[in-house]
């Protein structure tokens, strides 16, 4: 049988198919991670500094934008992490799909 489909050819398309799901994944990671960056920015920001535009910020201010932003990642974390082990579980359980 002759097929225009040798080993190498499905091989390479394998891993072109696999590479170009590696770069939608990237992709969809650090559009992410700039947007939760942006929402944590935006939210401490407001929480945190009253001074007026184009002051120095206070330590106070400092320290609860350092403060928040730190909760709200780790936060996000939780619920990130949380999220993905619900995901594997559901993969692994054919009940759950």
Known sequence: MNSIYTKDKLKSSAET???VLKDMRDSILQANASQLM??????CFEKCVSSQVGTSYTAAETTC??????KYIAAWN?????????MQNSRNDPALR
């Open 38 to 43: 942006m929402i944590v920015n935006d939210a």
């Open 78 to 86: 939780v619920v990130t992490n949380s999220w993905e082990q619900k």
């Open 65 to 70: 934008y350092n403060q928040c932003v730190k």
């Open 17 to 19: 198919k696999e590479a």
